[in-house]
């Protein structure tokens, strides 16, 4: 799953990378990772906030 221009730091495109025992999401511009779950669902909430304007 990709979330476009999600990137908190450069606004790029984020992707959720998730293996059986953990998730985290990484920028493919800059290469920002985020190891978090929580953080995964923030920016998703917060795609979701920016498309229903
Ligand atoms: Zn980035």
């Known amino acids: ?3 476009l221009k999600a990137c908190p730091k450069c606004h790029g495109d984020i ?3 998730s293996y059986p025992d953990i998730k985290f ?3 493919l511009q800059c ?3 985020i190891d978090s779950k929580d953080a995964a669902k ?3 909430e917060e795609k979701h906030l ?3 304007k």
């Open 31 to 33: 290469g920002l990772s």
């Open 25 to 27: 999401l990484q920028c």
């Open 1 to 3: 799953m990709i979330y």
């Open 15 to 17: 992707e959720l990378i």
């Open 50 to 52: 920016a498309h229903s």
């Open 42 to 44: 923030k920016l998703a």
